[in-house]
């Protein structure tokens, strides 16, 4: 079964302390790792789309990475408009559907 | 500008009362999506749809109802037989269900009393 585990669930910065996020899934065939950021109350937000192991991709002060069993969302000297929850989820080979991980709460303070 | 939009913001219902969601896209994307998010909780997938007139049951379908009779409009209805209807629903859409990202609506929150 097709499974996306986030952790730490809750993470708090200052303003300017680089860290990461991290998800770990199991799919049958990857067909598309996925990055949303989501505010309190909205939608969320599309940030990235990753295909196969070794891929990067960089948006501002983030970075999302790819291996074989997890992504990382590096947040480098975060700003507190940072602060979202940030949502992984997967596609694979044997379902139409994007399966989401609970999410990463981030919080930068000043 | 091209985006989805969802109406209303807020809703409130009582309970025995069926509710729809409206969700409305001008991105000429083929698929739409509705979930549901709770508390702590990944996105649940309920209906997704991948051509106007088709649509298929996601994860929690039972107590929800939905139509495409337009590629731009996927509405939801919440209907009294869903036992636990109080939760923040959000429309996706996206251009075809492989492998695209879907994007997302700005979302209602429904509180049933």
């Known amino acids: 079964e097709d499974q996306v585990t986030q952790s730490p669930e809750a993470l708090r910065l200052q303003e300017g302390e680089s860290s990461s996020l991290n998800c770990s899934y199991t799919?049958?065939?990857?067909?598309?790792l996925f990055w949303y950021r989501q505010d309190p109350g909205k939608g969320p937000e599309f940030l990235f789309t990753?295909?196969?192991a070794g891929e990067e991709k960089e948006k501002e002060r983030l970075k999302a990475t790819l291996t074989k069993k997890e992504s990382f969302l590096h947040i480098t000297a975060p700003k507190p408009e940072d602060s979202a929850t940030y949502l992984c989820?997967?596609?694979?080979?044997?379902?139409?559907?994007?399966?989401f991980g609970s999410g990463t709460r981030l919080l930068v303070r000043p | 500008d091209g985006g989805i939009t969802q109406s209303p913001k807020y809703l409130f219902r009582k309970e025995g009362q069926n509710v729809t969601l409206s969700c409305e896209q001008n991105?000429?994307?083929?698929?739409m999506y509705w979930y549901r998010q709770d508390p702590g909780q990944g996105l649940r997938l309920i209906y997704y749809?991948?051509?106007?007139?088709?649509?298929q049951k996601g994860d929690i379908a039972e107590g929800y109802s939905v139509s495409r009779e337009k590629k731009e409009s996927f509405p939801l209805t919440v209907t009294s037989a869903q036992k636990n209807p109080t939760a923040f629903y959000l429309c996706?859409?996206?251009?075809?269900?492989?492998?695209?990202?879907?994007?997302f609506g700005p979302g209602t929150r429904l509180t049933v009393t």
């Open positions: 991105l000429n994307h083929d698929a």
């Open positions: 989820a997967v596609r694979g080979d044997s379902s139409y559907k994007l399966i």
């Open positions: 990753l295909y196969s």
């Open positions: 799919v049958s065939g990857l067909r598309g």
């Open positions: 996706a859409s996206s251009m075809g269900q492989g492998g695209y990202e879907q994007y």
């Open positions: 749809s991948q051509i106007v007139n088709d649509f």
